[in-house]
């Protein structure tokens, strides 16, 4: 059984430095709509205080989570040991979407290094941290970044990633509008 805590604690901290991915999950109000569930790698999530979190999300094929967060606010981060002591922890919380030019995107840039094809920072207060086993998870050992990724976005350019994100990052799966949808232009 898993151990729950109202906030992050230092040992917390030091085991989601550790790791070279998580998970975000989300998902839409509607029972029939999708859950979804994104990882994410790069040295991209800050711990901001015991209850505040925020990661740099970068450009990619769908924005579930910007949807659901928007629609709903719920999001959930897991952090899983692949290697040394197992572990899985879990963060729940209620999330925000800061877009480029305003003032929690202003807030929170300065924690990052801004990476090629940034879109948003989505941020999170956190209410429960939950603690399991992970005894049932396989070691995978961490060789290195994928950069297929940033170069993508860079040979996108501003522009061509602005056409993209109105193409397929706008709206969710399940017809919900992004922040990015209500702010792109045409």
Avoid at 95 to 107: A, E, F, K, N, T
Avoid at 114 to 129: K, Y
Wanted: aromatic content about 10%; overall charge negative.
């Amino acid at each position: 059984m898993g151990k729950l805590f109202a906030e992050i604690g230092p040992e917390h901290q030091a085991f989601i430095e550790k790791q070279r991915i998580f998970f975000v999950g989300s998902a839409p109000l509607d029972e029939s709509g999708h859950v979804n569930l994104s990882p994410k790698g790069y040295d991209a999530l800050r711990i901001l205080s015991p209850t505040e979190v925020a990661y740099l999300d970068l450009t990619g094929s769908g924005n579930e989570t910007s949807a659901h967060v928007l629609e709903n606010g719920r999001i959930t981060l897991m952090f899983v040991a692949f290697e040394g002591p197992p572990m899985i922890l879990r963060l729940y919380g209620t999330g925000q979407v800061h877009l480029p030019g305003s003032s929690g995107w202003d807030r929170l840039i300065s924690y990052f290094d801004l990476l090629p094809g940034a879109r948003q920072i989505v941020s999170a207060d956190i209410h429960a941290v939950k603690t399991s086993c992970g005894f049932g998870v396989p070691y995978y050992s961490y060789t290195g970044e994928r950069d297929t990724l940033q170069k993508w976005a860079g040979q996108k350019g501003d522009s061509g990633l602005t056409e993209y994100r109105r193409e397929k990052n706008a709206v969710s799966m399940d017809g919900l509008v992004t922040p990015l949808g209500k702010r792109l232009p045409g």
